[in-house]
């Protein structure tokens, strides 16, 4: 294996509250190679911003708490430092690009203030050399006559340009590893198409790595070389980009992708929803998680969890946390293109499911209505 | 079955038959000519003065078949949620009119308008801002029963419990609190509740955004089928270009207050006229490594000008990469350039 640039293993971030013990993020391993972008998928609650937090320690403690595991950036454990060490480590070494650029930037600072200010203070610079650094930074994403708008405030900032300075921000220090939560989420698709047209290119003039969390598939499809899909603070499927498109498995993976209408593909007359909710990650159910929403589902599923295995029959680096797509098991084989906005096929597999012995329902949420 | 191949959008399944509903056609539930809804700006502390003008949405026309759905789409900004409103008289349009079955609703009076929303109603984009917290789910659905003097006493609770039931609820859910559902739980109560009066029109004001991706089809396809069985018509506004293709009949692109273009379902995401439209499409992703490294986007540069002083001539002027000198000088008429395909630009089409 390739020199990874960061190693995450087992990493177990919980949330103590009132309530109980939130388990957002449930023994998540993953590694990111130099100048690689991995893509992490899921829904809201699946853990995917709890991860990017954990690995800049910037778990608000409390209530939260990284309870074990390791994280090694460039050879040395990130859990294990002080806070000095770690201060050193963000925004110098990993810098962050938030979901939301209005909320992020300091209002009552200048432009220059909040990007100079990591330029003093990790890189050292004086004064001058650091606003000179700033304002080749605001050049370098595209901000339209940077010199005269160092010195504005973020609110004379339209949407789209504050997040090139979050952007700006973030590349200051050269770092090794970007995270990027959600970056485009709060913009609009004209403005998201430049943002990830910008990203793409700085990652490979600069070959810095990254990892993009978004709920969007078609944001990673054009970004990353490899895709992590998270649910229930864990990761359900991890293979290449390619590979996960064209042969996903996990039936998570493919709820998502069947249940967002898509502008290349003919219109479908129904869509096909994950019925349920995602689930409670205070009591999360004991087997597999997505066992109460999964139409694949079988016993085993309710009573045991499934590891993250490779699947039978695809690439090598493509893993998936399902008893189905294991050794032996009842999706190994299935082609999920069959079965994309069939309805046809999902009433099979519907009518399969209802012979099967009958299963107490969790939740009090009956079925929707039949037309009548 | 290769699904997922990057083949051109043939849209079989669209069997229905195109109707001949223009403007003014008879046929309409909805006819909005020349809509502006200007929101005044002012300076001054005791006196105020106005010293101009938000454009949120400046002169346009469009109309509405019964039972069919018009998508809104545009970029945040563009008046599309302000169109909305001041269709349903929520503001007070500036000017222009808009008729409901063939009633000229900026003339009515309070009373009567108020019986006008009987027939149509709003279901808003944020399920955790639009229901009143401290009120049970039953009290929230019953209030426009009674409001409207639909229902009262044990009538009331039956109906509220249909319609949970309708929306996909479990009707015995009527004394719990908003708090205790989730999102897409919360945006059924409000669809519940827009239900309740049984309009013939509803406006959707971006319903599912505020949702999580595997929540959004639940809802999309609830639409769809509370559509069919109960014969709504709807207007419904949103970002999403995939989605609006998937709910819409018709769909009308917006930018900075004004409809750019207007046209089939499949001849706007098949033949988009209008350089914005073009853009517009290119720039949504879709989850497909092999044809997002194929694909050609039209980037546009720059950001959408101020509605406070927009741009002379046409609005899109300044962004667009087809732009003369005519552009900048004279706004584009909004003319039908093919049957049923309006578009509102000096150079239409490729």
């Known amino acids: 294996m390739a020199q990874q640039l960061l190693e995450v293993t087992n990493l177990y971030t919980q949330f103590f509250t009132r309530d109980g013990v939130v388990r957002a993020v449930d023994g998540v391993t993953f590694e990111v190679a130099a100048g690689e972008t991995l893509g992490i998928v899921g829904e809201s609650g699946c853990g995917k911003s709890v991860t990017a937090l954990s690995l800049m320690r910037l778990i608000p403690q409390p209530p939260g708490k990284i309870v074990k595991g390791s994280i090694m950036f460039d050879g040395a454990d990130v859990l294990k430092m002080d806070d000095d060490e770690v201060r050193s480590i963000r925004g110098n070494n990993i810098a962050m690009i938030f979901q939301d650029p209005m909320t992020s930037l300091n209002p009552v600072l200048t432009i220059s203030r909040q990007i100079s200010e990591a330029l003093e203070l990790h890189l050292k610079m004086d004064k001058s050399e650091a606003r000179k650094r700033t304002i080749e930074l605001l050049d370098l994403v595209n901000i339209p006559s940077a010199k005269k708008r160092v010195d504005d405030y973020p609110h004379q900032f339209s949407g789209g340009m504050r997040q090139r300075v979050m952007i700006a921000m973030a590349l200051s220090c050269n770092p090794k590893l970007i995270l990027a939560d959600e970056p485009t989420t709060a913009l609009d698709v004209t403005i998201q198409a430049q943002i990830l047209d910008l990203l793409k290119n700085l990652a490979r003039e600069f070959r810095t790595a990254f990892i993009l969390i978004t709920h969007d598939l078609g944001v990673v499809a054009g970004m990353t070389q490899r895709i992590h899909v998270m649910y229930g603070g864990k990761i359900v499927e991890k293979a290449d980009t390619a590979e996960l498109f064209a042969n996903p498995k996990m039936p998570y993976t493919w709820g998502l992708l069947r249940s967002i209408p898509r502008l290349d593909e003919r219109r479908k007359a129904k869509l096909v929803p994950i019925e349920g909710l995602p689930p409670d990650l205070i009591a999360p159910p004991p087997g597999c998680r997505f066992e109460p929403r999964c139409q694949y589902r079988r016993d085993i599923c309710k009573e045991k969890e499934p590891e993250l295995e490779h699947i039978p029959n695809s690439k090598p680096d493509h893993e998936a946390r399902c008893w189905g797509t294991q050794q032996g098991g009842w999706l190994v084989d299935t082609d999920w293109h069959k079965e994309v906005g069939d309805t046809r096929v999902i009433e099979e597999i519907k009518q399969e499911i209802a012979q099967l012995p009958p299963e107490p329902k969790p939740g009090d949420i009956p079925p929707p209505p039949v037309a009548m | 079955m290769a699904v997922n191949t ?238 609006v293709r998937h709910i819409s009949d018709r769909v009308a692109v917006m930018y900075l207050g004004k409809i750019v273009e207007l046209a089939d379902r499949v001849d706007l995401y098949e033949r988009p006229l209008h350089p914005y439209s073009q853009a517009l499409l290119s720039a949504v992703p879709i989850p497909d490594p092999a044809i997002e490294s194929k694909r050609k986007r039209i980037i546009l540069t720059g950001d959408v000008p101020s509605p406070v002083n927009p741009p002379s001539g046409c609005r899109f002027h300044t962004r667009c990469w087809k732009a003369q000198q005519i552009c900048s000088e004279v706004d584009p008429e909004f003319i039908e350039h093919e049957t049923r395909h309006w578009a509102a630009c000096h150079f239409p089409g490729a």
Do not use: W
């Open chain 2, 6 to 243: 990057p083949t051109k959008p043939a849209d079989p399944d669209f069997v229905r038959i195109r109707s001949t509903a223009t403007f003014d056609s008879g046929k309409n539930l909805l006819d909005v000519k020349a809509l502006k809804m200007h929101f005044p700006l002012t300076q001054g502390i005791i006196f105020q003065r106005q010293v101009g003008a938000v454009r949120a949405v400046d002169g346009i026309d469009f109309f509405v078949e019964k039972s069919e759905t018009l998508g809104l789409v545009g970029e945040s900004g563009c008046g599309k949620s302000t169109t909305g409103r001041a269709i349903l008289q929520l503001y007070k349009p500036t000017a222009g009119e808009v008729k409901f079955d063939g009633v000229e609703l900026t003339k009515l009076g309070g009373e009567q308008m108020r019986k006008m929303r009987r027939r149509m109603q709003m279901i808003f984009q944020d399920p955790y801002a639009s229901l009143n917290p401290r009120m049970t789910v039953g009290n929230i659905i019953g209030e426009p029963l009674e409001v409207h003097n639909l229902a009262s006493g044990k009538e009331k609770t039956e109906r509220v419990q249909e319609l949970l039931r309708v929306v996909g609820l479990n009707p015995y859910f009527t004394n719990r609190y908003p708090h205790e559902f989730s999102g897409g739980q919360r945006q059924r109560i409000g669809i519940a509740r827009a239900l309740a009066v049984e309009p013939e029109f509803i406006v959707c004001d971006e319903p599912i955004s505020a949702l999580d991706v595997s929540i959004q089809a639940q809802v999309i396809n609830l639409l769809e089928e509370l559509q069919d069985r109960f014969k709504l018509t709807y207007l419904f506004i949103a970002h999403d270009l995939s989605v």
